[in-house]
């Protein structure tokens, strides 16, 4: 069972930019879908992007044109990189992997607020 361990949240400006990095922990070659989440407070959580094997991407409407999803084989990580950020981009951040079944890290906060 792989681990995933992200960082690069906090606060950032309406306005700005921020990298998130997902660190995958282990092997798995069964991994088909690699995937970021968000949760803002009192909501359900929702997929941002996510990244297949064949690294086609796919993304919420509501980030298209300001967030980019990739993968570093090599590094064996998973990044977000988020700009044009607005308030309403406030939440806890998730990192997935889908092998079949469903593994999250432990989520991390990013706040735009000035």
């Known amino acids: 069972q792989v681990q995933l361990v992200e960082s690069g949240g906090g606060l950032v400006q309406p306005g700005g930019s921020v990298n998130l990095s997902c660190a995958i922990l282990?092997?798995?070659?069964?991994?088909?879908?690699w995937a970021w989440y968000r949760q803002i407070a009192g909501k359900q959580r929702e997929v941002v992007a996510h990244?297949?094997?064949?690294?086609?991407?796919t993304y919420a409407d509501f980030v298209k044109g300001r967030f980019t999803i990739s993968r570093d084989n090599a590094k064996n990580t998973v990044d977000l990189q988020m700009n044009s950020l607005k308030p309403e981009d406030t939440a806890v951040y998730y990192c997935?992997?889908?092998?079949?079944?469903?593994?999250w890290g432990q989520g991390i906060q990013v706040t735009v607020s000035s």
């Open positions: 282990g092997t798995n070659d069964k991994i088909y879908l």
């Open positions: 997935a992997v889908i092998d079949g079944h469903f593994i």
């Open positions: 990244i297949r094997s064949d690294s086609v991407t």
